[in-house]
């Protein structure tokens, strides 16, 4: 399962950024970004649903975590956010609920890398 985010061009881009509302949009949603991670625990898991189906990702693709990263890399090298992945996969469960399950939200890569190919 994967999802696109459509991709904006660069005139789209730089509109945006060049609006009085880019740096209000920014702080709007990087606060956004910052509740996010406290509600996600040291798992930083979040639930995602697409057609009826739940599934865990990384913070980075909980959307106000998203959006401030790309806006970051925009302000900073245009061509670096162009570059940002359009797709996405879930977390396998067994490698979430490994991670939910641990103290400090992190396990070892070598026991979980065969979940990962």
Known sequence: MSTSHP???RAQVDSIS???NALQAYAL???YGLVSQQISGVAQLV???RRG???EVG?????SIWLVNFALLYTLNPAVAADMPAKWAPIP?????????SPTGQV???HNASALH
């Not at 469960?93 to 399950?101: L, P, Q, R």
């Open 108 to 110: 070892p890569y070598s």
């Open 29 to 31: 949603e990087a606060v």
């Open 47 to 49: 639930t995602n649903e």
């Open 7 to 9: 991709r904006k061009s």
């Open 18 to 20: 060049r609006s009085g």
């Open 59 to 63: 913070m980075s693709i909980a959307p």
């Open 93 to 101: 469960s067994t490698v979430a609920d490994a991670i939910v399950d």
């Open 53 to 55: 189906v739940s599934s």
